[in-house]
């Protein structure tokens, strides 16, 4: 509010520069003198002003543009060898792979090749193909075979040690500005939830061209919609409200990055919905091969995908990286290869690319299990050896250091990138009720389960605790998310197979673009 007025502070100021040859003398003065007055005033409190609210030219200051990189055609060609790798489980034969690794001499390139597992949750189950992308839906937690697919159902109900994170003090000498501080005192995960007509912020019938049939609730059976009309309203602070036209102008010239799995997909289509209001926008380009993002030739869908609003001159990215973690194949000629999960290594989409980035959100957590890790053939590493360790290979062990070490490389990362903003968006919660995702869990119900969250602390508590005392800052929607249980996508996944709810994703328009407000409200 105050920041729209002081705009509109300025307007007048320039206007009233032009008229006063028109106007009778005292009527100059008297608007000289008023002016005079407010620029006093202005100059007084600008400390506080500009603490609270920065305008925008302070927030493009702390954005400093990112210099253009040249893309190389050989990613192209990368991709293309990745794809070949990654999708098509016979052995390389049409590319020489050996050459590509030859002819990198760079890390960075060099781990564009790793052949990630295939995109998305469709592949990390050997009877799965990814000739069918609407399965994508539910095999993620499909393929949570056994009792490690529990992980992140445990950190929600852990008791979480106190912790200040959200305490100013926890902030302090961490050289962001001022602004920052105030906005950390802030805990946006502690609130309720409000009803608001207002919502959604676009129609689910709508956004199609960037919002996967699956996930469009409003394009299935489903016919309670209560869940859409829910805003989020922190305790002790004000979110600021988001429009697609805030958006862009706070984001000028920038770049916007989520890395993660399935989830943070979610949030990137939420994005993209709440920027466009769900209208169709043709002047959006889609810059994904400048970062590398182009669609193998047998793949399903490129790792990630990257459009460029021209109007403000911001990008807005999205890379598939469900360990968010380094994977290089073993055994680089072997299409069957398997590969080495570096657990503190930063995925080399992440080492490659951060010096483009303005704002960066990161994620992992529900692909750490058993099963899944078996079915994508990783296996894990620990400073460049295979892991012996028997308690780091401990499921929530290894996602705990993988976490850790994120976290840790993108703190010491920031630095030198003094406009580059870094969230860890804590976990997503799922809820399988009276069972779990292939012993009949339901998630079912058509309200909410609770309209508030009360404590302090995140429920994250791996999280929180791997932020604390870094730059980078937590993205804490997990207690927010968790009283939310009647918004996943539930029986009316597209290809529903009776008795197997998804109790992961969201509904969208839904609880993800509270997630983007949150963010919004924090860059
Ligand atoms: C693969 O590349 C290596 C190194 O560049 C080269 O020596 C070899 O002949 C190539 N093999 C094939 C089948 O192209
Ligand atoms: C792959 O999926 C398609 C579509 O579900 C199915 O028709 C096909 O048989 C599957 N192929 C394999 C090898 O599983
Ligand atoms: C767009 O923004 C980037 C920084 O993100 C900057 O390097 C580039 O010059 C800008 N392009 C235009 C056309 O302003
Ligand atoms: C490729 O790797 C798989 C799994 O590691 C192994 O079983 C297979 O023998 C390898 N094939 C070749 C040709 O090396
Ligand atoms: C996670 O890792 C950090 C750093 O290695 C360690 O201090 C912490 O105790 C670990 N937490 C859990 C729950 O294992």
């Given at each position: 509010m105050m920041k729209g007025g002081g705009g509109v502070n300025l307007y007048e100021r320039s206007r009233a520069k032009n008229q006063p040859h028109h106007l009778p003398r005292f009527l100059f003065i008297t608007v000289v003198v008023a002016f005079s007055i407010v620029l006093i005033w202005y100059w007084e409190k600008a400390p506080l002003l500009t603490t609270l609210f920065p305008s925008h030219a302070q927030l493009l200051n702390l954005f400093p543009a990112a210099g253009d990189v040249k893309v190389k055609q050989v990613t192209t060609d990368l991709r293309e060898a990745q794809g070949v790798v990654n999708i098509s489980p016979p052995p390389l034969t049409s590319n020489n792979a050996s050459s590509y690794f030859d002819t990198r001499g760079n890390k960075g390139v060099l781990d564009l090749v790793s052949p990630a597992p295939p995109p998305f949750d469709i592949s990390t189950t050997a009877h799965e193909n990814t000739t069918d992308i609407v399965k994508e839906s539910v095999p993620s937690q499909v393929s949570e075979k056994n009792s490690d697919a529990k992980p992140p159902k445990q950190q929600i109900v852990e008791p979480v040690a106190p912790n200040k994170l959200n305490a100013p003090v926890e902030r302090e000498g961490d050289g962001v500005s001022m602004s920052n501080v105030e906005k950390q005192?802030?805990?946006?995960?502690k609130g309720r939830w409000v009803k608001d007509d207002s919502r959604p912020l676009y129609s689910g019938f709508g956004c199609k061209q960037w919002l996967s049939g699956m996930w469009a609730c409003r394009l299935t059976q489903r016919t309670d919609f209560g869940y859409e009309k829910l805003k989020w309203q922190p305790k002790d602070c004000k979110m600021d409200d988001f429009t697609g036209p805030n958006f862009l102008k706070r984001m000028q010239d920038k770049t916007l990055a989520f890395i993660g799995d399935s989830l943070g997909r979610q949030q990137f289509q939420s994005l993209m919905c709440m920027i466009t209001g769900g209208e169709e926008r043709h002047d959006v380009e889609d810059v994904g091969k400048k970062y590398g993002l182009v669609k193998a030739?047998?793949?399903?869908?490129?790792d990630g995908w990257a459009y460029r609003f021209p109007i403000t001159n911001t990008t807005i990215l999205y890379y598939w990286s469900a360990s968010l973690c380094e994977l290089d194949p073993?055994?680089?000629?072997?299409?069957?290869t398997y590969f080495a999960m570096h657990l503190d290594r930063p995925p080399a989409f992440l080492r490659r690319y951060i010096s483009r980035f303005n704002v960066l959100v990161l994620n992992t957590g529900h692909h750490w299990n058993r099963g899944k890790i078996n079915a994508n053939r990783w296996v894990m590493y620990v400073g460049g050896k295979r892991n012996t360790d028997k308690r780091i290979a401990e499921i929530n062990n290894a996602k705990n250091l993988t976490i850790h070490s994120i976290i840790k490389w993108v703190n010491g990362e920031l630095p030198k990138y003094p406009g580059l903003k870094a969230f860890y968006r804590s976990i997503s919660p799922r809820h399988f009720f009276n069972g779990d995702w292939n012993s009949g869990g339901t998630c079912d119900s058509t309200t909410p389960g609770s309209l508030e969250v009360l404590q302090d602390e995140s429920t994250d508590s791996v999280a929180s605790g791997a932020v604390k005392g870094t730059d980078v800052k937590l993205l804490d929607i997990t207690a927010l998310s968790q009283v939310r249980d009647e918004g996943h996508i539930s029986r009316y996944s597209i290809k529903a197979t009776p008795g197997v709810q998804d109790c992961l994703h969201w509904c969208l328009p839904g609880i993800p673009d509270t997630w983007n407000e949150l963010l919004f409200t924090q860059i």
């Open positions: 005192a802030c805990n946006y995960g030739r047998r793949a399903v869908r490129p073993i055994d680089p000629i072997n299409g069957t």
